[in-house]
Nanobody
Framework: QVQLVESGGGSVQAGGSLRLSCVVS????????MGWFRQRPETAREGIGG???????SYADSVKGRFAISKDSRTNTLYLQMNSLKPEDTAIYFC???????????????????WGQGTQVTVSS
């Protein structure tokens, strides 16, 4: 069983930066594809980006060039570096995991069986 715990959320002014962390524990030897998602009030959960076993990343157009995903395999930690934040980035942010062999677009929330509890990010104008 794999568990995910996010941290690093908070409040920041527009133009600022935050770095979210997601610690992966449990069966960490399992091959996983890791994704970051967010959910704004009264909207569906939205894929932000993902990273595969070879550190290849994918991003949604809305965050491309501003957000960066990385991971540290030594500490089993996934990161989301968020720069040039905008008020519309305000949301609850989640990390999620799915088997590395899973097909389908990285951005489909229903393809991820494992989720963290989420961390709130608030960007003020």
């Amino acid at each position: 069983q794999v568990q995910l715990v996010e941290s690093g959320g908070g409040s920041v002014q527009a133009g600022g930066s935050l770095r979210l962390s997601c610690v992966v524990s449990g069966d960490t030897y399992r091959r996983l594809y890791m994704g970051w998602f967010r959910q704004r009030p009264e909207t569906a959960r939205e894929g932000i980006g993902g990273i595969d076993e070879d550190d290849q990343t994918s991003y949604a157009d809305s965050v491309k060039g501003r957000f960066a995903i990385s991971k540290d395999s030594r500490t089993n930690t996934l990161y989301l570096q968020m720069n040039s934040l905008k008020p519309e980035d305000t949301a609850i942010y989640f990390c999620a995991a799915r088997p590395a062999w899973a097909d389908g677009p990285w951005s489909t929330p229903s393809d991820y069986p494992i989720w963290g509890q989420g961390t709130q990010v608030t960007v003020s104008s």
